[in-house]
């Protein structure tokens, strides 16, 4: 039998993340992730993407098990991501068009990434002392 909302904890009140995120409810509704399909053309919703996900959240939040893919109004969606290899993202000046400036490729961890990238960007116009060391910047594309 499937499970229904009364049988669960309450949702999340904040981003709840590690392996995989829950996030707060809106609407009644929460959103849980998320998976990588690496060597596909086209960006779509798998069953086996929504068992993983609802794995994940239950493995973050078990008050909110059991969470089956049975339930009602459970949807997915799918898109791209930018990944390079490495998993860094690429921060710099773009060599083919001066004064393009890029800071992509964060991958799963764009909350993480922007701040720094952004500090980079900002400290490379202003000609100040770059927070990172040499070898650290070059990884993440500068040069």
Do not use: F, H, K
Not at 28 to 40: A, I, M, R
Not at 49 to 70: E, F, K, Y
């Amino acid at each position: 039998m499937p499970a229904t909302n009364r049988e669960w904890g309450p949702p999340p009140r904040c981003i709840v993340a590690g392996e995989g995120y829950v996030l707060p409810s809106v609407e009644g509704q929460c959103v849980t992730g998320s998976t990588y399909v690496y060597d596909v053309g086209t960006a779509r919703a798998t069953l086996e993407g929504s068992d993983a996900n609802l794995t994940r959240a239950t493995n973050l939040l078990p008050s909110i098990a059991p969470v089956t893919r049975d339930l009602p109004g459970l949807g997915g969606w799918a898109g791209w991501r930018a990944v390079v290899p490495g998993r860094l993202p690429v921060v710099g000046e773009w060599p083919a068009a001066s004064g393009i400036w890029l800071a992509t490729g964060y991958a799963s961890r764009g909350l993480t990434w922007s701040a720094l990238a952004g500090d980079i960007i900002a400290a490379l116009l202003d000609g100040e002392p770059l927070m990172l060391e040499r070898e650290l910047l070059q990884m993440i594309g500068w040069r």
